[in-house]
């Protein structure tokens, strides 16, 4: 045995470099080596060879059996979508975070929601990627390709990805100190790479500089390993490949970047117009909903530092929830007071479950978890402690109405009682089943309380456990449920933090301590919970999106508008909101008219009068949306130019390069809108400022608050559509639909 494994061992060995030595010497001496390299790998085991041209040909194979021109309604009726890769970054080991697989995973998105199988066409050689998409051989280049002149005078290219600078590398044993020792180097780059033209330029300030072409199927590694044992060689690499490259390596050393910031992004046929609007439109949707999340565990000195403080939040009727275009719920309400007090904006965060609320505190993804915990000991554990209570709750059971009355406790026997696993109704049935024998079932972590209590009426479920607060709400509007049970003693709630935040649980302290049943506390409490009109009315309004999956009486003439512009339609809506509370016939006190409050001036020179039109009103504030988002280069991010335009559309263009301009002098990112030019932007209402702004003087509050508004409007809408989404999906018709061989989440749009 043991010789049996060595000698594989020695198999192997001698295929990986028959392999090596067949790829280097072919190119010199192609006859002779070939047939003797040949002959050793043709004994080689499948493991190597055969095992990748097996892959290959799963994933090439099926492409190259068609050649495809034609636009995404072309590729629809094929329902398959290309992507063409540089196919020998895969034979390596797969690593989270990489560029290439970023693109693929937002790729398959895609295409999933275009109701398309994705296929990858691995392409050995990087100079081979654009000629094959031309060719008609793929659909997408996905390649963390840098966008060139060069390169768009062939190509369409998407919306940007990312923006990455590009930074020498160099062997950690023989590492470049000064830019001065480039003309002792030779700097190694594949010629179709962006990297060529930099290398170039470098040879003119450094004659000295020699050029080596590598060959363009030689992947990322590959290079680094060229690199990293000569003292001679030096490469180029870009800023996202580099942040993957620092996770595994440590042999190479990274020089500093040598120019701008450059945008990477997807490319496709110059002639598919109409495959590039939908890649864009989903490029922006991806980026706004999907944004990058920083982990910080910070005390109270650093969250007053930076004015944000964020908190985690379930999407309920009891906590946080959108009501004709207004964040409301106890819990937001009380948190936003806090903030306000304190002078801190504020960022909801939504996590997918009940379960994850603490977790999201507890890794630094929020600041606070709020949302009615209870504080229970097995809660207060893993840096984890709760405030004071600030709110208290009974535990009922909640019964189907027409089953009877009160129960005691020995009803109870053989029923079966549905709640979340991760919820203190969990554990109090726990006890409870030392005394009864009732059935206990786990409800899925992010269904919520008033969604078990509605599957209680329509017979799902036998029982379910709620705050009798939450109940309160639902027997505000429905008369088939009621309380059978009060489940002991009131339970203390409180909102959690970070055992490593001392400060700031004392500011919440004192807050709780200052507010409890004060007279703000109690009349939001009573808005909530007492006032059966009121809160009726709220659930009413809650329920509207459900019932008829609108969000505003105007979506199907934004989403047109949308689509001709490209921007996502919810952000439009939570943007006309913003302006008119959806009032067509809205006029400021400066004469802004219609639903997205327009100058007539500025109507008149897009082409529009009568602005009182809902039609006409939202046509013009999106071209004129549109116009704004054209003042800022394409070179930023999708989400921060979007956040600039809006800011913009609120201020005049104007004012935010002014508040750009002074951003970079005050040591901020000119490129990022929150936290930076944001605040450039508040300090331009100061003299100090104002008088050396070419613009002048701005109440820098305004855009500040309309961007954060909208932005935050526009999460809300995002959660509530794609619940409608999941709700229909799930649905008798969105089953049929699938039965009958049709696309579910198509299926449900159209029946929005």
């Known amino acids: ?12 060995t001698l295929c990986l470099t028959a392999k090596a030595l067949f790829m280097l010497v072919t190119k010199h001496y192609p006859l002779l080596f070939a047939t003797v390299i040949g002959l050793i790998l043709a004994g080689c085991s499948g493991d190597f060879n055969d095992r990748t041209a097996e892959k290959e040909a799963a994933v090439v194979e099926k492409s190259k059996s068609y050649v495809e021109l034609g636009d995404i309604d072309s590729i629809g009726k094929r329902g398959e979508l290309r992507v063409l890769i540089h196919s020998n970054d895969d034979d390596f080991l797969p690593r989270n975070g990489r560029p290439q697989e970023i693109d693929q995973a937002m790729l398959q998105r895609f295409a999933d929601e275009q109701g398309l199988a994705m296929t990858t066409v691995a392409i050995e050689n990087f100079d081979e990627l654009i000629p094959r998409l031309l060719d008609g051989k793929g659909d997408i280049i996905a390649a963390n390709l840098t966008v060139t002149d060069k390169r768009a005078n062939r190509v369409g290219f998407s919306l940007p990805l990312d923006l990455v600078t590009e930074h ?5 044993q023989y590492p470049l100190t000064a830019l001065s020792q480039l003309s002792d180097r030779v700097i190694a780059v594949q010629q179709e790479k962006t990297f060529w033209d930099t290398a170039e330029k470098l040879k003119v300030d450094f004659p000295g500089l020699k050029i080596k072409m590598l060959p363009g199927e030689m992947s990322n590694d590959e290079i680094f390993d060229y690199i990293s044992e000569s003292d001679q060689y030096l490469t180029l690499a870009d800023s996202n490949v580099i942040s993957t490259l620092k996770t595994y390596r440590d042999d190479l050393i990274v020089s500093g970047p040598l120019a701008q910031k450059k945008p990477t992004a997807w490319a496709v046929r110059p002639n598919n117009t109409e495959l590039l609007a939908q890649l864009n439109q989903f490029i922006q949707i991806e980026k706004l909903i999907r944004p990058k999340k ?15 403080l964020r908190v985690a939040l379930r999407n309920n009727s009891a906590s946080y ?13 009380l948190i936003k007071a806090f903030a ?6 504020i960022d909801v965060i939504v996590p997918p479950s009940h379960e994850k609320l603490i977790d999201y505190v507890r890794s630094g993804k929020a600041d606070i978890a709020a949302g009615f915990l209870s504080i229970t000991d097995g809660r207060k554990q893993d840096n984890v402690v709760f405030s004071n209570p600030y709110h208290y709750a009974s535990e009922l059971i909640v019964e189907k109405k027409e089953q009877g009355k009160n129960m005691a406790i020995d009803d109870l026997s053989g029923r079966t009682i549905h709640v979340r696993r991760s919820s203190n109704y969990w554990k109090t049935i726990k006890q409870l089943q030392k005394q009864v024998a009732v059935n206990l079932v786990a409800t899925p972590e992010n269904e919520e309380t008033e969604e078990a209590i509605a599957k209680v009426a329509s017979g799902e479920y036998d029982l379910t456990v709620a705050d009798n607060h939450i109940l309160d709400i639902e027997l505000t509007w429905r008369k088939d449920v009621h309380s059978a049970m009060v489940l002991g003693a009131p339970l203390h709630q409180g909102w959690a933090v970070r055992e490593s935040n001392p400060a700031l649980l004392k500011a919440l302290n004192q807050f709780i301590t200052k507010e409890y049943r004060g007279l703000f506390y109690n009349m939001t409490y009573k808005k909530y919970f007492t006032a059966p009109k009121g809160v009726a009315k709220l659930k009413k309004g809650q329920l509207a999106f459900s019932d008829r999956g609108k969000l505003s009486p105007y979506d199907d003439i934004v989403k047109k508008f949308a689509t001709k512009y490209n921007f996502d339609w919810r952000l439009l809506v939570a943007q006309m909101y913003q302006e008119s509370h959806f009032n067509p016939k809205a006029e400021s006190w400066a004469g802004a008219i219609g639903l997205f409050q327009v100058m007539p001036k500025t109507a008149k020179e897009l082409g529009y009068e009568n602005l009182q039109n809902p039609k006409i009103g939202i046509e013009a504030g999106v071209k004129y949306l549109h116009w704004s988002r054209q003042r800022f280069p394409d070179t930023l991010t999708v989400t921060d130019r979007l956040w600039f335009t809006l800011a913009a559309y609120n201020a005049g263009a104007g004012h935010v390069h002014d508040a750009r301009r002074l951003a970079k002098q005050q040591g901020f990112n000119p490129n990022l809108w929150f936290d930076n030019v944001e605040k450039a932007m508040l300090l331009l209402s100061q003299r100090k400022y104002a008088s050396k702004a070419r613009h002048g003087y701005v109440r820098g509050q305004e855009p500040v608050s309309y961007v954060r508004a909208i932005r935050d409007r526009f999460n809300a809408y995002v959660q509530l559509t794609e619940k409608r989404v999941a709700e229909l999906n799930s649905s008798p018709t969105a089953v049929n639909a699938e039965r009958d061989g049709l696309d579910p989440i198509r299926v449900s749009i159209a029946l929005n």
């Open 168 to 172: 020498l590398v160099s062997s950690k």
């Open 321 to 333: 929830f959108l009501w004709r275009g207004k964040l409301l719920g106890f819990d937001y309400e």
């Open 294 to 308: 920083e982990n910080r565990t910070n005390d109270w000195q650093e969250i007053k530092k930076r004015k944000h």
């Open 340 to 345: 306000e007090k304190n002078e801190l904006l």
């Open 1 to 12: 045995m043991k010789i049996n494994r060595n000698f594989d061992r020695l198999s192997q």
